[in-house]
């Protein structure tokens, strides 16, 4: 299943069958190599909070583990965002901006490989977000991220969704050899991309973006 460019599809992070977030991006391209995607400022998000309206990082891991949930619906505040999704494998990378739209860092989220879905009015891909991420500055280089949650929530197997750290660690680092060494995409591909000038925020989600994970 393919994409075609420009169409808005749901980019989801889904754990123990539950969504945990949803943004809705426009599909920039997609081919062997993978999907590219654009996430544009003041879109429409949902992310999953307990019923005070807490988000997963507001409390201990021990306590968002016993909490009931629902989603609660937002505006995604932080700069444009491209994120790419590379065919097979267990990451992707997004692009950051400054405040004047400039390339700031390249940011490598470790999730298991995204599952498509396509009901026809609405389409998306579904992740599991691993939770540990790299930081990979314009010189090439960089730092582990959220490594005190990884740690705290790995102290809960049976709630945790990531069943084998070390091979989260052994992808974050076979990307940091890439990302060292200038290797696509980091040798400055999509750097300054620059979206449709359409490619503006949708008023809100479309009907279906809750639908059940497709993983």
């Not at 965002?81 to 739209?101: E, I, N, Q, Y």
């Amino acid at each position: 299943m393919r994409f075609e460019p420009g169409r808005l599809i749901m980019h989801r992070n889904v754990r123990h069958g539950r969504i945990g977030w949803v943004r809705p991006a426009r599909v920039v391209l997609d081919d062997d190599r993978g999907l590219l995607l654009w996430v544009a400022r003041d879109s429409p998000v949902a992310h999953e909070v307990t019923e005070a309206g807490l988000g997963m990082r507001a409390m201990p891991f021990a306590e968002w583990v016993t909490s009931s949930y629902r989603l609660a619906r937002g505006r995604w505040n932080g700069p444009p965002l491209l994120k790419f999704l590379p065919t097979g494998a267990a990451h992707s990378v997004w692009w950051f901006s400054d405040a004047r739209g400039r390339f700031a860092e390249w940011y490598v989220n470790l999730e298991e490989p995204g599952v498509r879905w396509d009901d026809g009015s609405v389409a998306g891909v579904d992740m599991i977000d691993q939770d540990l991420d790299v930081v990979v500055r314009p010189d090439r280089s960089w730092e582990w991220k959220d490594e005190e949650e990884f740690t705290e929530r790995l102290a809960f197997p049976d709630h945790y969704w990531v069943p084998d750290p070390d091979a989260v660690r052994a992808e974050g680092k076979r990307v940091v050899a890439r990302a060292e060494a200038g290797e696509f995409p980091f040798d400055g591909t999509w750097c300054d991309f620059t979206p449709p000038v359409d490619w503006t925020a949708p008023s809100e989600l479309p009907a279906g973006w809750d639908r059940p994970p497709a993983r």
